[in-house]
């Protein structure tokens, strides 16, 4: 298998690095593409539409939590269509309803991961990983990471990272259909048939929609007996 198909498997999103001068020139002026707001301090009109913005979904969804992960599952909607500003406007939106909520920090790390800035990624995954070390979501895409950089590193290193915080995601929800396909794919990337097998098995039964016909042949091809 080719690293570019490595790659592909272990990305969750296409990257866009290309329009990340872009993005980067933009957030100097536009604090809503940082994390967090960029930590500024707000103008009091700022702080306004904000509070507006907070009573407004409150009144839709009940609770702080709740507002927050719906604009987080919304953020990833735009990301998987390719409107990056869209989905950090809303991830940044829903740590604004809840700056506890890991999952916003997933989404900011998912943004950077598309970017393919491993480096702040992994710093938002980290950051979300202090308010919950048990997200299977944060996890596996940090993950992601690691396996990522071993495709064009080679380093063992970073295959074994990669692989520990898989093995550690799987422990806590072991039906979760992305750290399945994963791993199979990360032993099938080393010629472990028994483990590549294994967890091909497990995700097929989860979740087969995300094994590609691709895979599946190259599988049975490494590992038919």
Same mark, same amino acid.
């Given at each position: 298998?080719?690293?570019?198909?490595?790659?592909?498997?272990?990305?969750?999103?296409?990257?866009?690095?290309?329009?990340?001068?872009?993005?980067?020139?933009?957030?100097?002026?536009?604090? !809503?593409?940082?994390?967090?707001?960029?930590?500024?301090?707000?103008?009091?009109?700022?702080?306004?539409?904000?509070?507006? *913005?907070?009573?407004?979904?409150?009144?839709?969804?009940?609770?702080?939590?709740?507002?927050?992960?719906?604009?987080?599952?919304?953020?990833?909607?735009?990301?998987?269509?390719?409107?990056?500003?869209?989905?950090?406007? !809303?991830?940044?939106?829903?740590?604004?309803?809840?700056?506890?909520?890991?999952?916003?920090?997933?989404?900011?790390?998912?943004?950077?991961?598309?970017?393919?800035?491993?480096?702040?990624?992994?710093?938002?995954?980290?950051?979300?990983?202090? *308010?919950?070390?048990?997200?299977?979501?944060?996890?596996?895409?940090?993950?992601?990471?690691?396996?990522?950089?071993?495709?064009?590193?080679?380093?063992?290193?970073?295959?074994?990272?990669?692989?520990?915080?898989?093995?550690?995601?799987?422990?806590?929800?072991?039906?979760?259909?992305?750290?399945?396909?994963?791993?199979?794919?990360?032993?099938?990337?080393?010629?472990?048939?028994?483990?590549?097998?294994?967890?091909?098995?497990?995700?097929?039964?989860?979740?087969?929609?995300?094994?590609?016909?691709?895979?599946?042949?190259?599988?049975?091809?490494?590992?038919?007996?």
């Amino acid at each position: 298998m080719t690293l570019l198909f490595l790659v592909v498997s272990f990305l969750s999103f296409g990257q866009q690095q290309g329009n990340y001068s872009d993005w980067k020139i933009q957030s100097k002026s536009e604090i !809503r593409l940082l994390p967090k707001y960029g930590n500024v301090i707000k103008s009091e009109a700022q702080k306004k539409a904000d509070q507006e *913005l907070i009573e407004t979904y409150l009144t839709q969804q009940g609770t702080h939590r709740k507002a927050s992960d719906m604009l987080v599952s919304l953020g990833f909607k735009y990301l998987y269509q390719g409107d990056l500003k869209t989905a950090m406007f !809303r991830f940044n939106q829903a740590w604004l309803l809840d700056p506890t909520n890991e999952n916003s920090f997933w989404g900011f790390g998912a943004i950077y991961a598309t970017f393919g800035d491993n480096t702040l990624a992994l710093k938002q995954y980290d950051e979300g990983l202090v *308010l919950n070390p048990k997200s299977t979501n944060i996890l596996t895409d940090k993950a992601t990471i690691f396996l990522a950089k071993y495709a064009d590193s080679n380093k063992d290193k970073d295959f074994n990272d990669g692989v520990k915080l898989l093995q550690q995601s799987y422990s806590i929800n072991p039906k979760y259909a992305n750290t399945l396909f994963k791993l199979s794919t990360a032993y099938y990337v080393k010629k472990n048939c028994v483990n590549a097998l294994r967890y091909y098995r497990e995700c097929k039964n989860v979740d087969s929609r995300l094994i590609t016909k691709e895979y599946s042949d190259a599988i049975t091809a490494l590992c038919k007996s």
